[in-house]
């Protein structure tokens, strides 16, 4: 009788990372870890290295100190944006299909990831370059589950879509954070999106800020020592308003 897959309880270990570039401290001395049913936000203003960060962890820039992916870990990335040629022919659907080849998996998923992200047939047919913003991120998001990962990594996934839009973007993620038992770390300037649904924020401005649970961790004097400034939010009516906060706010700058 075949033994059943242990799952690690710790899918990524980072110890003391950092990550210069032209002689420039981007990241300085980062440590955290992400187990298999995290879902982790990681917020800061611009240049606080949070996109280099996430480059680190999937070794696209050089850094020292460890980042250690447990043998079960298998990533899928969705990066912050993607200029899509709109006289470029390819279709979802083809570039669903190529990384399949790729990856060496059956295509056969093709159908149930689209349908997963709300991808129509008439849509994964239609020129990526030719797609609504909302559309074609969520076909990023569809293109990184080729393969079933079982860690998500997603750098600001609604950079490039209109405000409307960007509640259905983080409502998806946390669908398919469920319906595929994912670990999820994402890259967001949405506290509300991060109340209601992280299990942990790392604040970042190169060096850690603050990290734990959100509504123990992103307190206002923390947000204000984070962002440099008194910050507002937008809160939904979801009962996810931060603590000591009252009333409809904006959300913190993006970057």
Same mark, same amino acid.
């Given at each position: 009788?075949?033994?059943? %897959?242990?799952?690690?309880?710790?899918?990524?270990?980072?110890?003391?990372?950092?990550?210069?570039?032209? /002689?420039? =401290?981007? +990241?300085? &001395?980062?440590?955290?870890?992400?187990?298999? &049913?995290?879902? !982790?936000?990681?917020?800061?203003?611009?240049?606080?290295?949070?996109?280099?960060?996430?480059?680190?962890?999937?070794?696209? +820039?050089?850094?020292?100190?460890? %980042?250690?992916?447990?043998?079960?870990?298998? =990533?899928?990335? +969705?990066?912050?944006?993607?200029?899509?040629?709109? *006289?470029?022919?390819?279709?979802?659907? /083809?570039?669903?299909?190529? @990384?399949?080849?790729?990856?060496? +998996?059956?295509?056969?998923?093709? /159908?149930? #990831?689209?349908?997963?992200?709300? !991808?129509? @047939?008439? #849509?994964?047919?239609?020129?990526?370059?030719?797609?609504?913003?909302?559309?074609?991120?969520?076909? !990023?998001?569809?293109?990184?589950?080729?393969?079933?990962? &079982?860690?998500?990594?997603?750098?600001?996934?609604?950079?490039? #879509? /209109?405000?409307?839009?960007?509640? *259905?973007?983080?409502?998806?993620?946390?669908?398919?954070?469920?319906?595929?038992?994912?670990?999820?770390?994402?890259?967001? *300037?949405?506290?509300?999106?991060?109340?209601?649904?992280?299990?942990?924020?790392?604040? !970042? &401005?190169?060096?850690?800020?603050?990290?734990?649970?959100?509504r123990e961790a992103l307190t206002p004097k923390i947000l204000e020592k984070l962002y440099g400034q008194s910050v507002s939010y937008y809160v939904h009516d979801h009962g996810d308003r931060p603590p000591g906060e009252a009333g409809s706010v904006s959300s913190p700058e993006?970057?």
């Amino acid at each position: 009788m075949e033994r059943p %897959v242990e799952l690690s309880m710790t899918l990524l270990t980072v110890k003391n990372l950092s990550v210069r570039i032209e /002689d420039k =401290i981007v +990241v300085e &001395n980062v440590s955290f870890e992400l187990g298999p &049913n995290d879902r !982790l936000s990681i917020l800061g203003p611009n240049g606080a290295g949070k996109t280099v960060l996430l480059k680190a962890l999937l070794n696209l +820039v050089s850094y020292s100190g460890d %980042v250690t992916w447990d043998p079960t870990a298998m =990533i899928g990335y +969705v990066p912050q944006k993607i200029d899509a040629d709109r *006289h470029l022919p390819l279709t979802y659907r /083809d570039l669903f299909n190529s @990384k399949c080849r790729i990856a060496k +998996v059956a295509t056969g998923q093709i /159908d149930q #990831i689209a349908h997963s992200v709300g !991808l129509t @047939k008439e #849509i994964l047919a239609t020129p990526v370059g030719h797609l609504s913003g909302g559309y074609f991120q969520r076909g !990023l998001i569809g293109f990184a589950l080729i393969g079933k990962p &079982n860690v998500l990594l997603l750098d600001e996934p609604t950079a490039s #879509i /209109d405000e409307p839009s960007e509640e *259905h973007i983080y409502e998806l993620i946390h669908r398919l954070q469920e319906q595929y038992k994912l670990a999820v770390i994402t890259v967001s *300037h949405d506290l509300s999106f991060v109340y209601r649904y992280a299990t942990r924020v790392l604040c !970042l &401005n190169k060096r850690i800020v603050c990290i734990g649970p959100p509504r123990e961790a992103l307190t206002p004097k923390i947000l204000e020592k984070l962002y440099g400034q008194s910050v507002s939010y937008y809160v939904h009516d979801h009962g996810d308003r931060p603590p000591g906060e009252a009333g409809s706010v904006s959300s913190p700058e993006r970057g």
